[in-house]
Nanobody
Framework: QVQLVESGGGSVQAGGSLRLSCAASGNTRSIRHMGWFRQAPGREREGVAAMYTSSTSTYYADSVKGRFTISQDNAKNTLYLQMNSLKPEDTAMYYC??????????????????WGQGTQVTVSS
Protein backbone atom coordinates (compact mmCIF):
# COMPACT_ATOMS: atom_id res chain seq x y z
CA GLN A 1 0.00 0.00 0.00
CA VAL A 2 1.10 3.55 -0.80
CA GLN A 3 0.43 6.34 1.66
CA LEU A 4 0.65 10.07 0.94
CA VAL A 5 1.00 12.86 3.50
CA GLU A 6 0.82 16.53 2.48
CA SER A 7 2.32 19.47 4.33
CA GLY A 8 3.22 23.10 3.74
CA GLY A 9 -0.18 24.75 3.48
CA GLY A 10 -1.02 27.97 5.26
CA SER A 11 -2.35 31.50 4.97
CA VAL A 12 -0.57 34.10 2.85
CA GLN A 13 -1.21 37.47 1.27
CA ALA A 14 -1.84 37.77 -2.45
CA GLY A 15 1.45 37.72 -4.33
CA GLY A 16 3.10 35.49 -1.75
CA SER A 17 4.54 32.00 -2.11
CA LEU A 18 4.11 28.58 -0.56
CA ARG A 19 5.79 25.23 -1.14
CA LEU A 20 3.70 22.12 -0.63
CA SER A 21 5.28 18.74 0.05
CA CYS A 22 3.88 15.24 -0.36
CA ALA A 23 5.76 12.42 1.34
CA ALA A 24 5.10 8.99 -0.16
CA SER A 25 5.68 5.72 1.63
CA GLY A 26 5.03 2.07 0.92
CA ASN A 27 5.32 0.46 -2.52
CA THR A 28 6.19 3.67 -4.35
CA ARG A 29 7.58 1.76 -7.34
CA SER A 30 4.01 1.01 -8.39
CA ILE A 31 3.22 4.70 -8.95
CA ARG A 32 2.97 5.85 -12.58
CA HIS A 33 1.58 9.37 -12.15
CA MET A 34 1.48 11.83 -9.29
CA GLY A 35 -0.32 15.12 -9.13
CA TRP A 36 -1.72 17.98 -7.13
CA PHE A 37 -5.44 18.70 -7.06
CA ARG A 38 -7.51 21.32 -5.30
CA GLN A 39 -11.08 21.81 -4.24
CA ALA A 40 -12.73 25.00 -3.04
CA PRO A 41 -16.15 25.09 -1.32
CA GLY A 42 -18.95 24.73 -3.86
CA ARG A 43 -16.58 23.78 -6.67
CA GLU A 44 -15.51 20.48 -8.20
CA ARG A 45 -12.08 19.06 -7.56
CA GLU A 46 -9.68 20.15 -10.29
CA GLY A 47 -6.23 19.16 -11.42
CA VAL A 48 -3.49 21.71 -10.74
CA ALA A 49 -0.26 20.00 -11.77
CA ALA A 50 0.83 16.45 -12.51
CA MET A 51 3.78 14.45 -13.75
CA TYR A 52 4.71 11.08 -15.17
CA THR A 53 7.11 9.56 -12.66
CA SER A 54 9.14 7.70 -15.29
CA SER A 55 10.01 10.84 -17.26
CA THR A 56 10.37 14.59 -16.94
CA SER A 57 6.95 15.24 -18.47
CA THR A 58 4.85 17.71 -16.50
CA TYR A 59 1.33 19.04 -16.92
CA TYR A 60 -0.29 22.22 -15.60
CA ALA A 61 -3.73 23.73 -15.50
CA ASP A 62 -3.92 26.92 -17.57
CA SER A 63 -4.81 28.89 -14.45
CA VAL A 64 -1.45 28.15 -12.78
CA LYS A 65 0.99 28.02 -15.70
CA GLY A 66 3.96 30.27 -15.09
CA ARG A 67 3.22 30.48 -11.37
CA PHE A 68 3.33 26.89 -10.07
CA THR A 69 6.05 24.27 -10.51
CA ILE A 70 5.75 20.56 -9.78
CA SER A 71 8.86 18.52 -9.00
CA GLN A 72 9.96 15.37 -7.24
CA ASP A 73 12.89 14.15 -5.18
CA ASN A 74 13.13 10.41 -5.84
CA ALA A 75 15.71 9.87 -3.10
CA LYS A 76 13.28 11.26 -0.54
CA ASN A 77 10.11 9.89 -2.17
CA THR A 78 8.67 13.38 -2.02
CA LEU A 79 6.60 15.42 -4.45
CA TYR A 80 6.62 19.22 -4.32
CA LEU A 81 4.47 22.06 -5.58
CA GLN A 82 6.12 25.46 -5.58
CA MET A 83 3.41 28.12 -5.71
CA ASN A 84 4.40 31.70 -6.53
CA SER A 85 2.37 34.85 -7.18
CA LEU A 86 -0.56 33.40 -5.30
CA LYS A 87 -4.02 34.81 -5.94
CA PRO A 88 -7.18 34.72 -3.79
CA GLU A 89 -8.73 32.34 -6.33
CA ASP A 90 -6.01 29.82 -5.46
CA THR A 91 -7.64 29.37 -2.05
CA ALA A 92 -8.62 25.71 -1.68
CA MET A 93 -7.84 22.43 -0.03
CA TYR A 94 -4.89 20.95 -1.91
CA TYR A 95 -4.52 17.20 -2.28
CA CYS A 96 -1.62 15.05 -3.39
CA UNK A 97 -2.63 11.99 -5.40
CA UNK A 98 -1.09 9.02 -7.20
CA UNK A 99 -2.20 6.31 -9.60
CA UNK A 100 -0.77 2.95 -10.61
CA UNK A 101 -1.84 3.00 -14.25
CA UNK A 102 -0.73 5.23 -17.11
CA UNK A 103 -3.10 7.94 -18.31
CA UNK A 104 -3.24 10.38 -21.22
CA UNK A 105 -5.21 12.78 -19.00
CA UNK A 106 -3.04 13.21 -15.91
CA UNK A 107 -4.94 16.28 -14.68
CA UNK A 108 -8.22 14.38 -14.45
CA UNK A 109 -8.80 13.40 -10.80
CA UNK A 110 -11.15 10.48 -11.49
CA UNK A 111 -8.50 7.89 -12.23
CA UNK A 112 -6.30 8.53 -9.22
CA UNK A 113 -6.66 5.78 -6.65
CA UNK A 114 -4.37 7.01 -3.86
CA TRP A 115 -5.00 10.29 -2.05
CA GLY A 116 -3.49 12.24 0.81
CA GLN A 117 -5.52 13.94 3.52
CA GLY A 118 -5.15 17.44 2.07
CA THR A 119 -3.56 20.68 3.20
CA GLN A 120 -5.37 24.03 3.28
CA VAL A 121 -4.10 27.01 1.29
CA THR A 122 -5.70 30.38 1.98
CA VAL A 123 -4.75 33.51 0.03
CA SER A 124 -6.07 36.86 1.20
CA SER A 125 -6.35 39.99 -0.94
Amino acid sequence: QVQLVESGGGSVQAGGSLRLSCAASGNTRSIRHMGWFRQAPGREREGVAAMYTSSTSTYYADSVKGRFTISQDNAKNTLYLQMNSLKPEDTAMYYCAARNSFTFAPLSPGGYNIWGQGTQVTVSS
